[in-house]
């Protein structure tokens, strides 16, 4: 069905995906750097993916340390139009439990690295329209997949993006719990910035496994208390991606697909060859 392929990035816990057949394991060279790992490709209920361990296999990389330009250049190079992100996160407000599922349609970025998270510059500007940065299309059929697994899931919310590597302190939970922010995680804004930069249609499976540390009626955040519940979430976003996989189209067509078409704002003459040649595989259609 169709020649472009699905991506799937495995947040922490999530390390690998079972069940891929003609599997084949890529390493991909970028001019951004080094990727997190090799790309596992395959079919998974008949489609073409492609799997990322975010933070490499035997989790060997911080938040912090995380190339997300190099990350989404190689998935574009190998031909992926849409990325399911799976992410641990840490629950910002009393209803959303360890294991629930949260499918968040807006991020807050807290991080200080704007500039790694753009592949512009270079003498080629781009501002993509970011209003709505998750993929409303993708995020409802994420939605309906998540029903149809029974999960405890909630539509919507605010993903907010730390900076990490250390767990939040008490006033910093406390200020996004009353701010009303839904969840917390370390990863995904440079993700999904990135992603619409690259024409790939990008949502998010956040698996809660905490109430980071504003609800002091619960123990705080600790890794021992992540690792317990991402073993289970991790087979839960499993179950759901298998659901998933089959109902998105085979072709790409949704707005995300395009969102170059009027963000390139250099003319075309003066864009340098040297960036052509980096940015290739992200401006092809614009040549």
Known sequence: MGKHRIGIIGGSGLYSIE????????????????????????????????????????????????????????????????????????????????CDVVLPDQFLDRTKRDVEHTFFGGGIVAHIAFADPVC??????????????????????????????????????????????????????????????????YATLAMVTDYDCWKTDEAHVTVEMVVANLTRNAALAKAIILRLLPTIPGEPNWPCHSALKHAILTQRQFWPKQTITRLRPILERYL
């Open 19 to 98: 069940g891929i057949t003609r599997a084949k394991w890529l390493r991909v060279r970028t001019p951004f750097g080094e990727p997190s790992d090799a790309f596992l490709t395959g079919r998974l209920a008949d489609r073409e993916v492609v799997f990322l361990a975010r933070h490499a296999r035997g989790h060997r990389i911080l938040p912090t340390e995380l190339n997300h330009r190099a990350n989404i250049w190689a998935l574009k190079k190998l031909g992926v139009a849409w990325i399911l992100s799976v992410s641990a996160v840490g629950s910002l407000q009393k209803k959303y439990a360890p």
């Open 136 to 201: 409303e299309e993708l995020r409802r059929l994420a939605l309906k997949a998540a029903r149809a697994q029974k999960a405890r899931v909630h539509d919507g919310g605010t993903y907010v993006n730390m900076e990490g590597p250390a767990f939040s302190t008490r006033a910093e939970s406390l200020a996004n719990h009353r701010a009303g922010f839904d969840v917390i995680g370390m990863t995904n804004m440079g993700e999904a910035r990135c992603a619409r930069e690259a024409e790939i249609a």
